[in-house]
Every structure is written in C-alpha cells, then in structure tokens.
C-alpha cells in the first residue's frame, strides 16, 4: 500500500445506535481526520439489533441515543438518578459499577453523587494527584504482605496466597480495600501461575501494580463520576453525559469541544443519554435526529425538593497529622480503634485548642489533621455535614523524619484518611 494509511474505523464497543448518533456528531466538524469513513460497528456484530440488548430490555428508547430534556443544569441530577434507576429497573445483570456520569466540568457531579447517595445508589470517583494516596500502603495490603512473609519457608504457593486471602475477607468483611487485594493477587496468579514463588516476588510484584494504579486513583464502588477529559481510553455499558459549558471560550473552539463530546459519547457500550438544558445547553444536541435518537422530555417533579449544595473533599496526606496514632500516649487505645474501622465508616471533628481529632462513634481520637489544615476547618465547623473514613493507610517509623523518631512509640501504626462532606466554599 506505499504511503497511504487505511483509517482504522471499525468500533468494537458500542452499539449500532450509538455509533450512529456519534458519527452524526462529529460529521459537524470540519477538521476532522476520517471525513470519508466514518466509525462503524465491526463485522462480527453487524447484524446484531441496533439498539444491542437494549432494543428489548428497555421499552422506553429500544436501544437508541437517549437525549433527555431538563429545565436547568441544576435539574439533571434528578435526571441522572431518573436514568439510571429506569435502567436498573428493565435491564438484567445490570450493575451500578458498569454505569458512568461524565461532565465537563468536576462542580456538576457534586450534586449527582448528593442525590445518589440519598437514594442508595453507590458511586465511586477519581481522586487528582494532589490528593491521591499510595494503594500499597492500604492497611489491608500490608496486613497480606505481612501474611505472606510470616508464613513459613522462603517460597508460597498460590493456593497458600489464596488462604491467606480468605483469612482477610472473613477479618474484614465489611472493609472494601480488599478487593485491592483480590485484583492485585489474581493479577499475580495470572502471571506466575501455581508454582511455587519466592515471596519478596510477592511484595515487589504488589508493590509495582498497585503504584502505577495510583495515578488513576478511584475511591468507592458503584457509579463511576467523572470528567469526560479523564474518562479517554476508558469502557462502561451505560454513559449519561451532563450538559452545561459547553460552549468555546479562552481561545477554544466548538470544534474541539465537539471532539471531546464525541470521547464522551463512545464511552457507551450498550446506553447513551445525553441531558439537554433547555436554556444555554450544547448548540449541537438540537442537530442529532433520525432512527438512532430518542427524545423525552424530564420536568422537574413537583414535590422534588432541591438537591443541597454540599461539596466533598478527601483530604490530602498533608492536610493529616500523620504521627498521631504512633506518638499518642493511649496508643495502644488508638490502634485498637481503627482496627475497628472501615471504609465508609462516619466520623466527627473534634477541636481542642488549636487541635482538631478526628473521633470515632465510640469516643476515641483516631486522629488529627495537622495544624494549617485544622485552621482551616475549625473555621467551617458549622457547614461540616459528615466526616468519614476513605481509607486506612499504614505507616513507619522510619517514614518519620529522624529528628522525630524518638518521639514515636510504635514501629508501625494506622493513618485515618477522612473525606469531608460540607455546604460551604472554601
């Protein structure tokens, strides 16, 4: 073929519909690279329903591109829910974790996640870099690790490592960082197979997946939010797109923002909705039409309280003190409290002086923010609607900087990362 390139233009993911309703998207931009091939399904599911699976499961769109009508950008949280419950309702083997909530913008997803919640839902989120945590220092995956060393011989089988697997999902059954194990375990498994393995193969091997995962951080299980920048390269059977922004500033084009609302759009394996604001929405949803595209309309229910602004923010390793359960005097007191806790568990603040403690249900400081960060938050303690466990880290002594060590007590102790609902901006 010389020079010339064919253009890879087979989709493997999405269904017909959606492919459809992406292809016309895009045909709106004048500067794009495959004008004279546009996406198609591939061969092997060419004669498969339109719509996938959903041209019968749901009754409402037979598979096609959802575009749902709302009042205001503040309405489409209650859409969201709206959406994902019909789909939970007319879908077999349908799963909160195979849903995704994509914006332009991180604020809109605040009050997705409120309402979800509320009604049950569970979500998960991605955590930026200036907030992420190290996945290998998760209290669960150096309780393993400490197993597989423990455990007598200078080699382990797989059936071994699976055994002390089982021993930490019956110690922690409610603890959801286990799961880390098992992905990171069968991942190994994978690799290495049955036979017997040196066990320091175990740690590095931990040790290097789970700090490349580090840089695409989630936290929690169910509804993936997120940001349609951060979801390229990413998979989910049901996609609802928020509204809102989307329209070019700061040198900016529509072209690119097309470009970016098309990532979002073939993210969808099996459902697509994109919400439509009625005023100020996305100029170019109002050209999508045909076979592919189904349109509703979504009023606000009239006993439908507004959704409370409330804002979530983990808090970052430097915004705890994280010596705390390793120099407090009731160490012991404190170590037995957190092995107590769990992810999701709630939490308060607690201030002292120009302390704030973090106190668990039964009374006992679990920990404290450190000092600049502890001024912040005495400040907002009035807007604090809930404190709660996002994780439960370990660490050293030798983490602590030497002219600290002596005032530590315990080689290793528990660091409680808390995250903080509130109804303020801070």
């Known amino acids: 073929y010389g020079a010339r390139r064919l253009p890879l233009v087979e989709n493997y993911r999405s269904t017909a519909h959606i492919i459809a309703a992406a292809n016309q998207l895009i045909a709106q931009n004048q500067d794009r690279l495959k004008q004279d091939a546009p996406i198609r399904i591939d061969e092997n599911r060419r004669l498969q329903p339109h719509g996938g699976r959903y041209a019968v499961l749901d009754a409402t769109t037979n598979g096609r591109a959802h575009i749902l009508e709302v009042g205001s950008i503040e309405d489409q949280a209650e859409a969201v829910q709206f959406t994902l419950q019909r789909l ?31 009604a049950g839902i569970p979500v998960r989120y991605r955590v930026d870099a200036a907030h992420a945590y190290s996945l290998y220092r998760l209290r669960e995956v150096q309780s393993f690790l400490s197993a597989v060393e423990s455990h007598s011989g200078e080699t382990i ?93 700061d040198g900016g084009t529509l072209e690119e923002l097309r470009r970016l609302y098309y990532v979002g759009m073939t993210r969808a394996r099996q459902t697509l909705t994109l919400l439509q604001c009625r005023n100020g929405g996305a100029p170019w949803i109002p050209r999508l039409r045909g076979d592919c595209i189904h349109r509703s309309l979504r009023e606000k229910p009239v006993n439908r ?6 804002r979530y923010e983990l808090l970052s390793q430097a915004d705890i003190w994280l010596a705390f359960a390793g120099r407090a005097a009731n160490h012991e007191r404190i170590a037995a409290a957190i092995d107590g806790l769990c992810t ?6 607690d201030p002292s002086g120009n302390r704030l403690f973090l106190v668990d249900a039964a009374g006992v400081r679990v920990g404290a923010l450190a000092t600049q960060a502890a001024q912040r938050w005495q400040a907002e303690l009035r807007n604090v609607q ?19 060590r002596e005032a530590v007590r315990r080689d290793a102790w528990q660091v409680v990362v808390p995250e903080i609902t509130h109804a303020s901006e801070l």
Request: with cysteine; net charge negative; glycine share 6%.
């Open 386 to 404: 809930s404190v709660r466990v996002a994780a439960i880290l370990t660490r050293k002594s030798q983490d602590e900087d030497p002219e600290y």
């Open 157 to 249: 089988e797989a059936a071994v490592l699976r055994a002390l697997l089982a021993d930490l999902q019956i110690r922690r059954p409610r603890e959801q960082a286990v799961a880390f194990v098992l992905q990171s375990l069968a991942a190994f498994t994978d690799e290495h197979g049955e036979h017997p393995q040196q066990k320091h193969l175990v740690r590095e091997f931990f040790g290097e997946l789970l700090m490349e995962q580090r840089r695409e951080r989630t936290i929690g299980q169910g509804v993936m939010l997120g940001t349609v920048h951060g979801s390229k390269g990413e998979e989910h059977d049901h996609v609802v797109l928020l509204d809102g922004d989307w329209h070019a500033r």
């Open 344 to 349: 999701g568990d709630a939490l308060r603040l």
């Open 305 to 310: 309280a507004d959704v409370p602004s409330l």
């Open 88 to 118: 939970f309702d007319s879908g077999a083997n349908f799963a909160w974790d195979h849903c995704a909530v994509l914006s332009p913008r991180r604020a809109w997803l605040a009050p997705v996640r409120t309402l979800l919640e509320r």
